[in-house]
């Protein structure tokens, strides 16, 4: 058995939603090089369809397409289904990435922003992998099965409130949505894990980690002493989706330095 058997994704297909930056975009970068055929999706479909030419770029054995693609409703999510059943007969991997947050603080937290969140981060991950159920399960067999991989958040493990009330409670959801879905599709051979990653670089939490000086920052509360790198994503996603990963499903992978064990503290000990 060689690194290459264990994490090649040679001939398999992938869909990431929220493709074009983030976490989407590193996850997307490492199956292209892994081999995969990566399919890009997000509500700005010349965002991804950039970043797919970027892809296709590289020397690498994948290739990357992009387009539009929305969650955020049942007729965005039928329109999506019906765009990757166009260009693809088989599914080999799913990542449910797509996201937003909403951020106010306690008391001024307005009603809608529950719904909004909620909408895209629960609900459209639930009605999208549903969707495609039928083309996961006939690309999936009980030596290797599909994967879908779910991305939740660290606070969605932790009880960070940090102003993303609805965020943090929908990604709780989908840590625990994860492993409904995992008992539930293992007869149909699809695996389903989530990552739980800490604080990366991405349009999201750009206001915290836009320039190095305020990603130290950021970093010094980070238990292992620095934000996410690209590595860190691309290594579970491998591992994940690859041949080595067949064998795992129902698992929450902490990608955030430590944040998830994070305590009160040494209460007794700092008293003496």
């Not at 970027?54 to 387009?67: P, R, S, V, W, Y």
């Not at 006939?138 to 991989?149: F, H, K, L, N, W």
């Not at 102003?163 to 389903?192: D, N, R």
């Amino acid at each position: 058995m060689t690194p290459e058997t264990l994490f090649s994704l040679q001939g398999k297909t992938a869909l990431v939603t929220g493709g074009a930056t983030g976490i989407g975009r590193m996850a997307a970068e490492a199956l292209v090089r892994a081999g995969a055929r990566v399919l890009l999706a997000s509500r700005k479909g010349d965002a991804c369809e950039a970043v797919a030419a970027e892809l296709n770029a590289l020397d690498a054995t994948g290739t990357a397409e992009g387009f539009a693609g929305d969650v955020g409703s049942k007729e965005g999510v039928d329109n999506l289904v019906a765009e990757v059943l166009k260009r693809t007969d088989r599914l080999d991997i799913l990542m449910n990435n797509a996201g937003v947050s909403w951020g106010a603080p306690m008391g001024q937290f307005p009603y809608e922003a529950w719904e909004k969140v909620m909408s895209i981060n629960v609900t459209g991950i639930f009605e999208l992998t549903q969707k495609l159920l039928p083309i996961l399960m006939s690309s999936g067999t009980a030596e290797d099965p599909s994967r879908i991989v779910n991305v939740g958040s660290v606070m969605g493990e932790v009880p960070m409130g940090d102003g993303a009330y609805s965020y943090s409670a929908s990604k709780a959801a989908v840590l625990h949505l994860t492993k409904i879905m995992a008992k539930e599709l293992a007869p149909h051979h699809i695996t389903v894990n989530a990552l739980a990653p800490g604080p990366f670089v991405s349009r999201m939490t750009a206001f915290a980690t836009s320039d190095e000086g305020t990603r130290k920052k950021v970093g010094k509360s980070v238990p292992l002493g620095r934000v996410g790198r690209d590595e860190d994503i691309a290594g579970c996603m491998l591992f994940l989706c690859g041949l080595g990963g067949s064998y795992v499903t129902g698992a929450v992978i902490p990608v955030s330095g430590g944040i998830n064990v994070v305590t009160a503290g040494n209460i007794f000990a700092e008293a003496l």
